[in-house]
């Protein structure tokens, strides 16, 4: 036999063997099917990992779910197996399951979200992308994705809410377009911003609460709420210097990263959003309370509701339901090597009057683009079209001043019992907010080397602002109930913004084995803003027809530039020891224009500490789960204003109307940054077998090199103050979130989850000043031994009138303690008696509470309380009301306390204890029969229905028996507060009159995947 038979008598037969062998397999072999779920709300989860697994060595096989979650497993030997689900920010799970051969198994997967997420990539206050387990102080992560589906949340600040520990929204207006105030544990500057930085993906953005027309209670419109909740993936929030270190100067307030969404790999994925709903306020007759009057004719005293008597006179209500919607498409899609997501929608929402109103349009489109394999680049912009209509602009047309400060005494006259001018005057004043905003961020990813990764991110925030005011000139000119502004007037302003960021940071993994990995940092970031405004003044108005400034009598112009610009540099080593003990160590150094001539650079150093000690072999807590503990001390900073270091002065007209300068600001030429340093300590864990998710930390805080504004002495030649680097500030806090899936089923699961936090400071100097007044009243002051703000009023404790309300005898709190000015002193003629301490004027606890519950697969009940206290606010509206003699204690004077407090200090019968637990939001969410949704082509969908801000639970001043709506009752004359969560948009802002209280709102959202 010859050797090519040889040959083709063995591979014959072998081809054959082979060329039939799949064929026979595939008949011999099983699938396993199904779909992986978010457990609380139902939602398919896209890109989670499914291993199945075969007994007695039958291999491994592993896919990643679908657009629907789903995902299939074919050609799996028969047989048990096991099939695992993993996926970023889920608990994994495993089922057990028999393969059979030509048959097809289903296994679908719930899966809990898991708080603690060890293995979760950050990317805030990091030297680059980082696994959490690595990080020493805490990361907050927000998933907004999740917060959209269940809650009715129209903004960013709605979305951040008070879901994190330690973050509070201090809400202002009841207005649609207006913004609130974010603090991060608390406040820590006695004179700056005490406001956190926001980035949106690795760009510094404009996040001013305020912008726009000057409004009631310093409201105006927020330029975070620019961005469109809906395309925001995650949130996330590091909350003092400890962790901002790498962010140096302006960092010491917190730092918020907002995340917007990415492109998934797969086919084109279109989604559909649709809102519909509408706000209004709760009970606004009943809280509109009455007012009164004593008749000049008969020396009767009269009263009337207000509110009440315009509906039956037939004028309608006041307020009415403003109706809110908004539209979204949405595509994403691509390959592992690109991928993008590009998003419109449009919104249009109306206030509790018809004229404040916000019409929003915005557009993103992010890609990502792996170029090589060492290099990948995301690009993303971002474009905002906002018009927004306010409605509290001026006294005169104000809608909730004409409404609280009304009489009874001018409601048989044209104003019908309104301070200046019945409803359908108010309108006739305009108040605009117009801004056209884009976004650019582009981040480049370089890993030349498998040990060497570059990130640079560069990007632009640039805001053309168009705010104007309007008086249109009225047919009675100034006879009008406008007065003077009857015969018209404007101002206009135009701003535009542009905020410039670059941020380098570039990595070097090594080590030694396997056991010790090393990590070294470096990098490099660069800021500029820059804010350029033209500004004019139009008065008397020729005609009716002109509202253009150059058509004005008289007109006025102002133009404004300010630049400020940061350089920075960190170096950070961070030593790893079996990926489970993390010790990291940096320092940053910044320079800044705002810091004084003689003073170079400022140094922020860094050490950080994390063990996830659930991993050592000898960790055997039987209760105890995933395990982390950490620790960080590090510093960070807050610039001085932009022209607190130099010496200013301002034109004059002097001799001859020849120009010249005369002395404005002092200037001084060694001012530095506030510097921040805190200490924060902490651990994660989880409990139940993975059921319970535990965060808890504690952090302490020294503030040196504070500013405070000094007195100059006349003899320098220079009015007002100087600033001075000369106090000391004090702040601590703790921190606790948990979050307990009670019940996981397939027909029922529950999950509740709370969010607790306390914060406190205290001023330890103040370059030897004991204590400075903060706002005009005096009641609010920076004293040495107290914290920030706090209140100091005169406390009453006897009064005696005569029969006509004449004070006969008044004796107050003669204080005691350090300064005198604690409360429980000696009794004291008032005209003796100190201001002594009151209480803080910013909130010191947070508390949330969260529940969801679901049902069949298909239904989700949602509901969340949350509020805050510890703190007393002044309501000064109720001043001006006694002034003007509308309530009955006024014209009776016969309440001695609040005859001698308006003589001594009229905000005290204004002030009360301002905090509250609301039920601030409830929803029902139901996932749509795939059978229904097929019919329109889509995959899958989705119905929210929910309310915020539905009721007032209980408040610290009335307790648990307060009303629903909101109202409070303050102790002296028996006045009331329209809602205890009112308070005014301002740094330490401590009191506030006559703003429109938070709204009631109920909204339908429709979701549809195609």
């Not at 063995?10 to 054959?16: D, K, R």
Request: hydrophobic residues 35%; proline residues 5%.
């Amino acid at each position: 036999m010859s050797n090519r038979t040889s040959i083709r008598g063995i591979f014959v037969p072998l081809l054959a063997l082979l060329w039939a062998a799949p064929a026979a397999a595939q008949q011999g072999t099983g699938t396993v099917s199904g779909q992986v779920a978010d457990s609380a709300s139902r939602a398919p989860l896209v890109g989670a990992e499914i291993i199945v697994t075969g007994d007695a060595g039958a291999g491994v096989r592993t896919v990643r779910t679908g657009v629907n979650g789903r995902y299939t497993v074919a050609g799996l030997a028969p047989g048990a197996a096991t099939v695992s689900v993993r996926l970023v920010g889920f608990a994994p799970r495993a089922l057990r399951v028999t393969v059979r051969a030509n048959e097809t198994v289903t296994a679908d997967f719930f899966l809990p979200a898991q708080t603690a997420r060890l293995d979760q990539v950050v990317v805030t206050g990091t030297g680059g992308v980082t696994q959490r387990r690595a990080v020493g102080n805490v990361v907050e992560s927000i998933d907004a994705k999740d917060v959209m589906a269940v809650a009715p949340a129209r903004s960013v600040q709605e979305v951040i809410g008070a879901r994190t520990p330690g973050l509070i929204v201090l809400p202002a207006a009841g207005q649609v377009g207006t913004g609130a105030q974010l603090r991060v544990r608390g406040v820590g500057s006695l004179s700056l911003s005490n406001d956190p930085i926001i980035y949106i993906d690795g760009v510094r953005m404009d996040a001013a609460p305020a912008r726009g027309p000057v409004q009631r209670g310093g409201g105006g419109a927020s330029r975070l709420n620019d961005i469109n909740p809906e395309d925001i993936q995650s949130i996330e929030v590091i909350k003092g210097p400890a962790a901002s270190t790498l962010y140096g100067t302006e960092a010491s307030n917190g730092v918020i990263q907002i995340i917007t969404k990415r492109g998934r790999t797969g086919k084109p994925q279109f989604n559909f959003t649709t809102r519909q709903g509408a706000n209004w306020l709760a009970n606004p007759e009943g809280r509109a309370g009455l007012l009164y009057g004593r008749d000049p004719a008969t020396q009767e005293i009269i009263s009337f509701n207000l509110y009440r008597n315009e509906i039956d006179n037939g004028n309608g209500p006041i307020f009415t339901t403003g109706q809110n919607q908004g539209y979204q498409a949405a595509l994403n899609g691509g390959t592992d090597a690109n991928r993008y997501y590009i998003a419109a929608s449009w919104d249009h929402d109306v206030g509790v009057v018809p004229w404040n109103w916000n019409k929003k349009f915005s557009g993103r489109a992010n890609v990502d683009i792996l170029a090589s394999n060492t290099l990948r680049l995301q690009g993303s912009i971002g474009h905002i079209r906002d018009r927004v209509r306010l409605a509290q602009q001026a006294i005169d047309v104000d809608p909730f001043s004409q409404l609280r400060w009304g009489t009874p005494l001018t409601r048989n006259t044209g104003k019908r019992g309104f301070l200046n001018s019945p409803p359908e005057e108010w309108k006739t004043a305009e108040a605009h907010a117009d801004n056209d905003r884009t976004t650019l961020s582009l981040t480049m990813e370089y890993s030349p080397m498998t040990w060497f990764t570059n990130r640079l991110i560069t990007g632009l925030d640039v805001g053309a602002e168009n705010n104007w005011t309007l008086y249109r000139r009225q047919p009675l000119g100034s006879l009008d109930f406008l007065g003077q502004n009857g015969l018209g007037a404007k101002n206009a302003a135009r701003t535009t913004r542009s905020f410039l960021t670059l941020d380098y940071s570039g990595n070097v993994r090594w080590g030694f084995g396997e056991d010790i990995r090393l990590t070294s940092s470096v990098g490099l970031q660069a800021y500029r803003s820059e804010i350029s405004t033209i500004g004019a003044t139009a008065n008397t108005f020729p005609a009716i027809p002109i509202t253009t400034i150059t058509g004005g009598a008289t007109r006025s112009g102002t133009e404004d530039y300010l630049a400020n610009a940061t350089v920075g540099m960190f170096v950070q080593q961070q030593v790893a020891w079996k990926n489970r003990v993390f010790v990291t160590a940096a320092v940053r150094g910044d320079d800044n224009s705002a810091f004084g001539k003689d003073f170079s650079a400022a140094y922020y150093p860094k050490v950080s500490a994390s063990w996830v000690v659930s991993e050592e072999p000898w960790f055997k807590v039987p209760f105890l789960g995933e395990t982390r503990l950490r620790g960080a001390l590090g510093a960070a900073g807050t610039q001085p204003g932009t022209f607190d270091a130099s010496r200013l002065y301002d034109p004059s007209v002097g001799y001859q109307n020849n120009p010249g300068l005369i002395p404005s600001s002092f200037g001084n030429p060694a001012l530095k940054p506030e510097r921040s340093q805190e200490l924060e300590l902490g651990f994660e864990t989880t409990l139940l077998n993975g059921r319970a998710d535990v965060s808890y930390t504690h952090y302490g805080r020294d503030i040196t090199d504070a500013i405070v504004n000094v007195p100059i002495p006349p003899s320098a030649g220079f009015p007002g103050s100087q600033v001075v680097n000369i106090g000391k500030v004090s702040g601590w806090g703790n921190e606790l979130a948990v979050n307990v899936r009670l019940i996981e089923g397939r027909r029922f699961a529950w999950e509740m989850g709370t969010q607790l936090a306390s914060n406190g400071n205290r001023i330890e100097d103040m370059g030897g000043s004991q204590f400075l007044a903060v706002g005009g009243g005096g009641q609010a002051q920076n004293r040495v031994g107290y914290g920030i703000a706090d209140f100091f009023m005169y406390k009453l404790r006897s009064a005696k009138i005569d029969d006509k309300g004449t004070v006969l005898e008044s004796i107050c709190d003669g204080g005691r303690g350090k300064g005198g000015v604690d409360r429980g002193g000696a009794d004291v003629p008032c005209s003796q008696a100190p201001r002594v301490y009151w209480g803080h004027s910013q909130p010191t606890w947070q508390l949330g509470v969260n529940t969801s519950v679901s049902l069949w697969e298909k239904l989700r009940l949602y509901a969340r309380v949350d509020g805050n206290g510890g703190h007393i606010q002044s309501n000064t509206e109720i001043r001006a009301l006694h002034n003007q003699g509308s309530t009955l204690a006024v014209i009776k004077r016969d309440d001695p306390f609040l005859q001698v407090y308006r003589a001594i200090e009229a905000d005290a019968p204004g002030t009360y204890r301002a905090g509250f637990l609301r039920l601030r939001e409830v929803s029902a969410s139901y996932n749509l029969a795939r059978s229904l949704v097929q019919r329109i082509g889509a995959s899958n969908g989705s119905l929210t229905v929910g309310g915020r801000n539905l009721m007032m639970l209980w408040t610290q001043q009335d307790g648990w028996g307060t009303s629903r709506d909101g109202m409070i009752k303050v102790g002296i004359a028996d006045q009331r507060v329209w809602d205890p969560e009112i308070r005014a948009v301002g740094q330490l802002s401590n009191g506030y009159q006559t703003i429109l209280p938070p709204t009631v709102s109920f909204v339908t959202t429709l979701r549809l995947t195609f």
